[in-house]
């Protein structure tokens, strides 16, 4: 998907994140769902990082 903020067009980059169940549930608008929580993400998974076209590493 193709997207612009202020002027500057960018490809946004979608990443399927794994997720496990916790066993916890909750409530939301009267329907109780499961909730499910992402396995830990590596450090180095995240990659180089943009801030106003300046790379950083986190």
């Known amino acids: 998907m193709k997207l612009s903020y202020r002027g500057a067009s960018y490809q946004a980059k979608s990443r399927k994140i794994e ?4 066993g916890m549930s909750g409530q939301f ?7 499910r ?3 830990s ?4 998974s995240l990659g180089v990082r ?8 986190n």
């Open 19 to 22: 997720t496990v169940e916790s």
């Open 41 to 44: 993400i590596s450090k180095s």
């Open 29 to 35: 608008r009267g329907q109780t769902y499961p909730i």
């Open 37 to 39: 929580r992402s396995q």
């Open 50 to 57: 943009k801030y106003r076209g300046i790379p950083y590493e």
